[in-house]
């Protein structure tokens, strides 16, 4: 007989696979730790325009859905990364960076790094935002030394369609995420396993 595990069990199942799988990447590619943990000393791209990219999914992401402006402008704060890369030097495993802005205009700049599974693998870059609609949220985000989806907090991916609601029905959580392909279609991928850390711009 086959056993299933329970949610939280099968939850905490899928995040060790995810970091374990990216991890395991980049050591064989040569990777230092560094590159895992998403430590840098400077962004890749000059902060004005990483800024300028985030602010163009912002827009691309309120024409496919007006409502999530709503959501944007009473949340905490929001994490933009306009390019997340699928593959390139390490097959498996995707970076990226972004702008956090939070209600006060405040910015900060994080890396994302991930492993890529399944459909992600074939989808080159993509563009992630989290939303995070608690001020308690957020400061145990800025307060930690690198954010680990779902172990350090839960994301709630939304993939609406165009018109779509979104409200009480829709929003779970304190932290929810859209991910947007580069033509603007929302879809829904796990975050699980993915990390974030803190760079310097």
């Known amino acids: 007989m086959t056993r299933t595990l329970p949610p939280a069990a099968m939850q905490r199942r899928l995040v060790c696979q995810a970091l374990a799988g990216a991890a395991v990447l980049c050591c064989a590619a040569g990777l230092p730790a560094a590159t895992w943990a998403g430590a840098a000393d400077k962004l890749v791209l000059d902060a004005d325009e990483l800024d300028t990219r985030c602010e163009a999914v912002l ?23 306009p390019d997340v890369l699928a593959g390139g030097a390490v097959a498996g495993v995707e970076q990226g960076d972004g702008m956090m802005r ?32 608690t001020e308690q949220a957020l400061e145990r985000f800025r307060a930690s030394q690198g954010w680990t989806v ?12 165009i018109g779509a609601s979104v409200d009480s029905n829709t929003v779970r959580g304190d932290i929810v995420g859209f991910v947007l392909t580069n033509s603007g279609i929302m879809i829904n991928l796990s975050l ?7 760079i310097e711009s």
Do not use: W
């Open 59 to 81: 827009a691309r992401l309120y024409v496919r859905n007006p409502g999530a402006r709503a959501l944007v402008g009473k949340s905490s704060g929001v994490l933009v990364f």
């Open 192 to 198: 699980v396993g993915t990390r974030i850390t803190r």
């Open 102 to 133: 939070g209600a006060g205009g405040d910015k900060a700049y994080y890396r994302l790094v991930g492993a890529s599974l399944g459909v992600q693998a074939g989808m080159g870059s993509k563009a992630v935002v989290l939303v995070f609609l």
């Open 150 to 161: 779902g172990v350090d907090g839960s994301v709630s991916i939304l993939s609406l369609g």
